[in-house]
């Protein structure tokens, strides 16, 4: 990292920013080209948990390839002033690596919604209540982060 005084080394820090943020994207390899999607996800015990349907490209570039790009943003605010030169930005965000695992059983995929619909909000078991036909329609990727690193603008105050 070019500028060492704004990497996030607290790993309390880089954990807050994976149990509270909403969206990640997820960077495949198609053939030679990077392909970025976003998600909103569920976290736990270092994995992230998306639902996706059964079939489709991102399925096929996963078999081809399991390893993925991971970034988070907590939070990202420009911050406007009278000289454009000036103008800035306020960010926490994490980038990483990690390995895919398509999550086709029944009763994983289902523990997987769990997660994601808790890490999204979900405090019910009304939340938690799935038709057995939804869950059969998905597929779970659980991402196991190998590596993540995270970054604050210098100008970061806790919020």
Partial sequence: MKKVNQE???????????????????????????YILPFNYGYRDNCLY????????KIDLIKQNNHVCIEIEQTATIEKYEKACKWTT?????????????ITDYERKRQGMDIIMR???????????????QINSMSILKVEISKMTGKQSSNWTDK
Wanted: net charge positive; with cysteine; aromatic share 8%.
């Fill in 8 to 34: 996030i080394k607290n790993k309390a820090i880089i954990e807050e920013i994976l149990t509270t943020s909403e969206i990640c994207r997820l960077g495949f390899m198609d053939n030679n080209k990077p």
């Fill in 50 to 57: 998306i639902h996706c349907a059964n079939k489709g490209k």
């Fill in 90 to 102: 306020t960010y926490r965000s994490l980038v990483g690596y990690g390995y895919v695992e398509i």
């Fill in 119 to 133: 890490h999204n909000g979900a405090n019910s078991s009304h939340d938690l209540n799935y038709e057995r036909n």
